[in-house]
């Protein structure tokens, strides 16, 4: 796919347009003030900012990553870059409410194609398992750190210019990522077998869909009808000749449990990416500015653990003990945010401990867990492994968020970090009790042997 010594300049082009997709996740939260008081938006409308971009991105993740195993994985990721630069223009130049909107809800696709695709990518890059490791340590930091650092930036570009530089500092980000990539990695042609599945790519989008905007808004009737479809969707994946996700993803133990785990571990680190932010802007006083610093110490925690440390650790322990240590001292580092004061607390006392926990936690967590999601999926099958993950994280994150978000309005911030400690706890348990303690790549090879043998 590409040259050996450039694989790690594809590395970062990629883990930069993965960046660009996270930023916007988290970004936007710090200008939202400034966009309401410019476009003259309600309360109840200004949501739409965030969810257009949620809905669409969210609803296309499985659709984009399975894209990319028909289409080639490169082609459709520059696609999807082109797309996220192109709207994020549209929402920087954006003078009214429904073209902000709808751009936001544009660049959502985009990141969808673009996030499903990154990973898939990265697993073709690198085949060594010393320098998977390395690679995915680099890919989790980004995917971990980016909502943090979106929170800083998004007080850095607010404050400095105006809330338009928030979406117009993608430009020349996508458009050095897009000629980057075309220079560094070169095409291969889709490798999934049959012809596509539209009706069920129609049954998976609509369903997830819903689901996001059901969880969002806290909608029981358009959850239930987001099960049906997807009941509907399995149904019919049973009987197609060519269907969109193969039944016997269901067999892949490791990837099912990766999928489990990143849904439980998402929803408490979503709680700790927003809920502590609105801790330290309401109880504190913080402004954006400083609470984007006092995410500093996590982030730089996560780097040195993505630069080498969490391979290390992950070679000679394998991913089982350090995901489930992991995933325990995260848990940790939450229980203590919900010790700490409602009023007059100290940084230093208070808050970077529960930060040093997290960064070191999440460091030793990220690597192991992307590693167990993928290792035994064949290459032909990457970009739907990778929407799958994807969507479960952003599922988790999703549910988790709105059940912290309204336990902190109706109890307080303390009730939120407990429940957000509980659902790290019981992630850091499962990953021990399903997940195997070995590197899985010769398991990945003799499933894919397997399954093209029983076409």
Same mark, same amino acid.
């Given at each position: ?216 808004? /806290?909608? =029981? $009737? @358009?959850? !239930?009808?987001?099960?049906? *479809? %997807? &009941? +509907?969707?399995?149904?019919?994946? #049973? ?85 489930? /240590?992991? =995933? $325990? @001292?995260? !848990?940790?580092?939450?229980? *203590? %945010? &919900? +010790?700490?004061?409602?009023?007059? #607390? ?85 990953? /021990?009790? =399903? ?21």
């Amino acid at each position: 796919m590409v040259e050996k010594d450039k694989r790690w300049w594809a590395l970062y082009v990629l883990c930069a347009g993965e960046l660009m997709i996270v930023l916007d996740t988290t970004v936007v939260n710090v200008a939202l003030p400034s966009i309401r008081e410019s476009l003259a938006f309600s309360e109840a409308s200004l949501v739409w900012v965030v969810n257009a971009y949620m809905l669409t991105y969210g609803g296309f993740l499985l659709l984009g990553g399975r894209l990319g195993d028909y289409f080639g994985h490169r082609r459709l990721f520059l696609h999807g870059i082109a797309l996220f630069t192109a709207a994020s223009l549209v929402c920087g130049i954006a003078n009214s409410q429904w073209l902000l909107i709808a751009a936001r809800a544009v660049q959502g696709l985009g990141g969808a194609v673009v996030s499903a695709i990154a990973l898939s990518l990265i697993i073709d890059l690198f085949t060594e398992e010393g320098e998977r490791a390395k690679a995915m340590g680099v890919y989790g930091f980004v995917c971990a750190a980016g909502g943090s650092l979106g929170v800083l930036a998004g007080g850095l570009l607010t404050s400095a210019f105006n809330w338009h530089w928030v979406f117009l500092v993608n430009l020349p980000i996508g458009v050095a990522v897009y000629l980057l990539c075309r220079s560094l990695v070169r095409h291969v042609p889709g490798k999934a077998d049959g012809r596509l599945d539209f009706a069920g790519a129609a049954l998976i989008t609509a369903s997830s869909t819903l689901a996001v905007y059901g969880i969002v808004n /806290a909608n =029981l $009737a @358009l959850l !239930a009808i987001a099960g049906v *479809l %997807l &009941a +509907l969707f399995l149904l019919l994946q #049973a009987r197609v000749r060519a269907p969109l996700m193969p039944l016997r993803f269901f067999k892949l133990r490791s990837m099912n449990a990766a999928s489990i785990v990143g849904a439980l571990w998402a929803a408490s680190m979503f709680a700790w990416f927003f809920i502590s932010a609105l801790y330290m802007q309401k109880d504190l006083g913080y402004t954006p500015l400083q609470i984007g610093l006092a995410f500093l110490p996590s982030n730089l925690i996560m780097a040195a653990f993505s630069l080498g440390l969490s391979a290390k650790i992950v070679m000679r322990f394998g991913n089982r003990l350090p995901l489930a /240590a992991g =995933l $325990a @001292l995260a !848990a940790s580092g939450l229980g *203590l %945010l &919900a +010790l700490a004061p409602s009023g007059g #607390a100290s940084f230093v006392l208070h808050v970077l401990p529960c930060m040093v926990l997290l960064g070191v936690g999440c460091g030793m967590a990220l690597n192991p867990i992307l590693l167990v999601a993928m290792g035994e999926v064949p290459s032909s099958d990457s970009g739907l492994a990778s929407g799958v993950v994807n969507t479960a994280f952003m599922m988790g994150g999703s549910l988790g968020l709105a059940l912290l978000a309204a336990l902190a309005e109706g109890s307080g911030y303390r009730a939120a970090f407990i429940l957000a400690t509980l659902f790290a706890a019981l992630a850091a348990i499962l990953s /021990a009790v =399903l997940l195997r303690n070995d590197y899985p790549t010769e398991r990945r090879d003799s499933w894919a042997s397997q399954s093209s043998t029983s076409k």
